[in-house]
């Protein structure tokens, strides 16, 4: 600290000196010194006063509390640097002050209606040139003068200062800030849909602005939502359908895993597939929101991120070949992340190191997992502030109604729809079956994957709960009205998953493609059965590379589905061309910036290029894949995990498929070496990885 405070005096003296080169007398300067520090190990530095050694370490932990809602206990501090702020005082110009001032009410010069707080008030109307300094104006009044309007509210006055300056107070305390009651009313419904979006895209934004690694940072390979005392998602932000989706039965296996032992400041950390995970990579942290007068837990957050390696095979934790869960990475299952406001950093540190297949780089998932704390600690509070200005009971009421809008906007929807059924192969040669029977008195629809492939040995497998994620993906889609992803959504569907199956696997089945690949050709085999939209891409294009130093995951885009628009006869009325190299329906990930990508890693991106001509023909065409080229700058292992180099993106009512894909490696001395749908493969500096993503079907007839 004596380092510190040495050149803190020298930066002053600095500063100092060089506001007196600008004529700013020494009396009128005002120094703010600053130190920037960090815990030992982290990359997080918190900017906080100078002072006693005491002072700082204080200013530090509230501030570092604030963020990311914990400590880190007995870990040493680091200042990364110090900074001086000189401030130099100017002259504020000089205003005319009355020495003439009055007392009592301005001069009304008329009364005027005027509608406030759901009521018509007869209200005052006063000129502001009659007003003289020293005079007030109660509400309900309005003042006018040439270029403004003030309306003074019932409650509040306005007073003319010595410097005739137009001052508001309010004069009449207010009970309750919004007494809007707890049943449900339009206007109402549509601030807390925004409200609870809201917060969860606050969340995403810390996530995004603390996290270490390029997944999280610059792909935005995360979801943050809020849940309700039960468990049941409430809303999100527009992140990954296919986290969003199923984070609720993660909520749910921490609430009945933890009955009477959850105290506040503890979070807790999963990614178990088979309590609500999607697969090992995607790690969720979970933070309940007590009552502050009580022990009562009235609200859960949920972050959910692709860490870069959670262990597992091969580098990045996305291996093309795992037949069992434990090949795929660290399994964490329930784990108490922090207690009582204190990381257990060492206890989680062990379990990424430990096991069969352990994390490549534990520091970085512990960064990443700091990350997901912090964001989720943004949603307490941000809840918190809505308990706050609307009551406990109006917060939780707006819940239930908008889960109950959601599910009466998913019924409207379902009486447009017909019977239908659909079979997606899949180039593994497995395939998803789906029947859609819908019961329009009821306004209500059975889902049923009966007859979908048995539990694979390869690991295109999906979670329960991924398979309801593309289901409520793809009915949410439906709806046109601009409502939350919710659980709401679920309540008009009986599905039908086959224990035992492909979409329900038995531990320890391997699940890492089924999370990314499956999610993909469920939500398509939807959209077959519907009849309202051509197959995307039926695949996410997970390309992953690393070695020990390493590791990097990314999904890369492809053509869309081309599709149309039908009134409530179910007749066509419109449609739309499918999209060009976009990310499709359950990834809503984006690439890394090139830059980014290579700084962080040795690679250079060759480029990536439209693979124009791979949307599949039709009334309106399929979008077109895209073409991407990476050379390896140093010797690493990389994979590709995909679909659709077998099977098309299927066309529509006449349209025809989209261009398969096509994985290959441009070795250094000319070889080509061409991969199947998955594969995995050595890289010499010098190789390129092309991948050339998979076009999406066309919708109707060409016209000639």
């Given amino acids: 600290l004596a380092d510190a405070a040495a050149r803190l005096d020298a930066l002053t003296a600095e500063a100092r000196g060089e506001l007196e080169r600008q004529g700013v007398a020494a009396a009128r300067v005002r120094m703010l010194r600053r130190v920037h520090l960090r815990y030992q190990g982290t990359d997080s530095a918190l900017v906080v006063p100078f002072g006693s050694a005491q002072e700082v370490e204080a200013a530090f932990e509230a501030a570092y509390r604030q963020r990311f809602a914990f400590l880190m206990q007995g870990r040493a501090l680091v200042i990364e640097a110090v900074s001086v702020e000189a401030i130099g005082a100017a002259d504020a110009p000089a205003e005319a002050r009355s020495d003439a001032v009055e007392s009592g009410a301005a001069p009304v010069v008329d009364r005027v209606r005027v509608f406030s707080g759901d009521a018509w008030h007869d209200a005052a109307l006063v000129l502001r040139a009659q007003a003289r300094p020293g005079q007030h104006v109660d509400g309900p009044a309005v003042i006018a003068e040439r270029n403004a309007t003030t309306v003074v509210e019932p409650g509040w006055r306005a007073r003319v200062t010595a410097l005739d300056h137009l001052v508001l107070e309010r004069v009449q305390p207010r009970e309750t800030r919004h007494a809007i009651g707890t049943a449900v009313d339009p206007v109402m419904l549509e601030v807390f849909n925004n409200l609870f979006m809201n917060i969860a895209e606050q969340m995403g934004l810390q996530l995004q602005n603390t996290a270490y690694s390029v997944n999280i940072k610059e792909r935005l390979d995360f979801s943050c939502a809020l849940f309700d005392a039960e468990g049941n998602l409430i809303a999100n932000a527009p992140h990954m359908p296919v986290h969003l989706g199923s984070m609720s039965e993660s909520i749910k296996t921490v609430i009945a895993r933890n009955v009477g032992r959850m105290r506040p400041g503890d979070?807790?950390?999963?990614?178990?597939?088979?309590?609500?995970?999607?697969?090992?990579?995607?790690?969720?942290v979970v933070t309940p929101v007590f009552d502050e007068a009580s022990d009562a837990i009235l609200f859960y957050v949920g972050s959910r991120g692709h860490h870069a390696d959670i262990g597992g095979t091969t580098p990045g934790s996305m291996p093309p070949f795992s037949t069992r869960i434990d090949e795929e990475g660290v399994q964490l299952d329930n784990v108490l992340l922090v207690e009582a406001g204190r990381l257990r950093e060492a206890e989680i540190l062990a379990l990424l190191s430990g096991g069969a297949h352990p994390s490549r780089n534990p520091q970085q998932n512990l960064a990443d997992l700091k990350a997901q704390i912090a964001a989720n600690e943004k949603g307490v509070q941000e809840?918190?502030?809505i308990v706050a200005q609307f009551g406990l009971d109006v917060v939780q009421a707006y819940m239930r109604h908008v889960q109950d809008n959601a599910e009466e906007s998913v019924r409207r929807v379902i009486t447009r729809l017909k019977d239908g059924q659909f079979t997606l192969p899949l180039d593994n040669g497995a395939q998803i079956k789906v029947a859609i029977r819908v019961d329009a008195e009821a306004r209500s629809a059975q889902i049923d994957f009966s007859g979908s492939s048995a539990q694979l040995t390869n690991n295109f497998n999906a979670p329960t709960a991924v398979c309801m994620a593309a289901v409520l993906y793809v009915f949410r889609t439906?709806?046109?009205?601009?409502?939350?992803?919710?659980?709401?959504?679920?309540k008009p569907l009986e599905v039908i998953i086959p224990t035992g199956s492909m979409l329900n696997p038995e531990p320890p089945a391997s699940v890492v493609a089924g999370n990314v690949e499956t999610s993909t050709c469920i939500t398509n085999a939807l959209y077959g059965a519907l009849g309202v939209m051509a197959s995307g891409q039926c695949t996410m294009n997970n390309f992953t590379f690393g070695n020990a130093r390493h590791q990097y995951y990314e999904t890369v885009s492809g053509g869309s589905g081309a599709g149309a628009w039908t009134d409530d006869a179910g007749r066509v009325v419109g449609g739309f061309d499918g999209t060009s190299v976009v990310q499709t329906h359950m990834t809503n990930s984006r690439l890394t910036d090139p830059e980014v990508l290579e700084f962080r890693f040795p690679v250079r991106l060759e480029s990536y290029a439209i693979r124009a001509g791979s949307g599949g023909a039709g009334r309106w065409r399929g979008g077109?894949?895209?073409v991407r080229r990476v050379r390896f700058l140093e010797p690493m292992t990389a994979s590709i995990l995909s679909n659709g180099r077998v099977v098309p993106a299927f066309g529509m009512a006449g349209g025809a498929p989209g261009a398969l894909g096509i994985n290959r490696v441009e070795r250094a001395d000319g070889r080509r070496e061409t991969l199947a749908h998955i594969?995995?493969?050595e890289m010499?500096?010098?190789?390129?990885?092309v991948i050339e993503t998979p076009g999406g079907g066309g919708f109707g007839e060409p016209e000639l």
């Fill in 267 to 284: 979070v807790f950390v999963l990614n178990d597939p088979y309590h609500g995970g999607t697969h090992l990579p995607d790690v969720t």
């Fill in 383 to 385: 809840l918190r502030r």
């Fill in 478 to 490: 439906l709806v046109d009205d601009d409502i939350p992803l919710n659980a709401g959504c679920l």
């Fill in 624 to 626: 077109d894949g895209g």
């Fill in 679 to 681: 594969g995995s493969t």
């Fill in 684 to 689: 010499a500096a010098g190789d390129v990885f």
